[in-house]
């Protein structure tokens, strides 16, 4: 299998789920390219083309720590490949991850990743249910309301403020499009800086207002969904508690969030039955939702992430599940030709 994986880029990227998914795939006796947003070439009368870089296939990698030093030192293969090469695009890059002046990086990922859907590459996830979900705070909007918190998206501060009175004066406030708990406020009855905080987010764009949901002081679940499903591996599931710091309400890892274990509860089950449908029909093969009690907080299609924390709390490394899954929806997309979409196969056991 050829696959190739879209980053941010390649000289920033840290040892997360990304990279251990690459080592496992090369482990495996892949062939993994790795490339930037900014890699890919168009011209009107080729195939789409990208310049990879690719760790050499007789290099012995035994953990992702050595793999990323092996993509990122001079050892390393450039080489220029088409859509026609390739039996797997897998976007990975995070677009609220990238730094200032790179705002055409953005969406290169997922735009790219459309073409060369169109030339014959299964794209995962779906590039045209991540161009839809793009904004994975207003996709997750469509979601039943059963299972979410009560929530406001708007720039305007008399509607935020409105809100903040209706919800006993104690509210979440962050921006739209952000991620890792940057720009995430608590609002309660007592904050001075009201007015600013919202005038500091509303300068990024829309506003979420969400209720605040107590529950929270026990940190948040992050549960790795694929297929629709949770992922599974020797009878345990990929599922990780993510509990805040002292003093902090955030349960973000890149905050200093720690991992714990955690049972998947029947309101955490109801979550999922309800989300599945969605992200089955829409063709988003790995997906990360984070839950907070029986409410869903948030939802990652874009680069779901986390499995670096695995082993702290004794889970497996599920990354061979993952990668044994994009080699069956190959095989099926060999013997079956065109009969599939890739919005199909993206989401196909």
């Known amino acids: 299998m050829k696959i190739c994986f879209v980053i941010n880029d390649i000289e920033t990227e840290s040892c997360g789920t990304s990279v251990m998914l690459m ?25 789409i083309s990208i310049y990879s870089t690719q760790v050499p296939k007789n290099t012995k990698t035994k ?14 293969r450039k080489r220029k490949i088409t859509a026609k090469t390739l039996d797997v695009l897998f976007i990975r890059n995070n677009p609220t991850e990238e730094e200032s002046g790179r705002a055409w990086a953005e969406q290169a990922g997922v735009a790219f990743g459309r073409m060369m859907q169109q030339q014959g590459a299964l794209v995962l996830n779906d590039a045209y249910a991540l161009s839809h979900a793009f904004i994975d705070k207003l996709y997750f909007e469509e979601l039943p309301q059963e299972i979410k918190p009560n929530s406001l998206i708007t720039r305007n501060k008399e509607d935020i403020i409105k809100f903040w009175e209706e919800n006993n004066k104690k509210v979440v406030l962050k921006p739209l499009e952000g991620s890792g708990g940057q720009n995430v406020f608590l609002i309660d009855e007592n904050e001075k800086n009201m007015n600013q905080i919202i005038e500091t987010i509303s300068q990024q764009g829309y506003v979420i207002a969400q209720e605040f949901l107590p529950a929270v002081k026990d940190g948040d679940v992050r ?3 694929m ?55 829409d063709g988003l093969f790995f997906v990360g939702l984070d839950v907070v009690k029986d409410k869903l907080i948030e939802i990652n299609v874009l680069s779901p992430g986390g ?11 599920f990354t061979n599940t993952v990668i044994e899954a994009i080699e069956r929806k190959v095989e099926y997309k060999e013997l079956y030709g065109n009969q599939f979409t890739n919005r199909e196969l993206a989401c196909m056991q």
């Open 23 to 47: 080592t496992t795939a090369h482990n495996r006796g892949h062939e993994v390219y790795v490339m930037g947003v900014g890699d890919f070439n168009f011209h009107h009368d080729a195939p």
């Open 63 to 76: 953990s992702p720590k050595k793999y990323l030093e092996a993509l990122q030192s001079s050892k390393a």
């Open 223 to 225: 549960i790795i969904l």
């Open 227 to 281: 297929n629709g499903r949770v992922m599974v591996k020797d009878g345990k599931q990929a599922i990780i508690r993510r509990v805040s710091g002292e003093g902090e309400f955030r349960s973000n890892f890149a905050l200093g969030a720690t991992a714990d274990s955690s049972d998947l509860t029947p309101a955490m089950q109801r979550i999922v039955d309800l989300t599945a449908p969605k992200l089955i029909r």
């Open 307 to 317: 499995m670096e924390h695995f082993k702290d709390i004794g889970l497996p490394d």
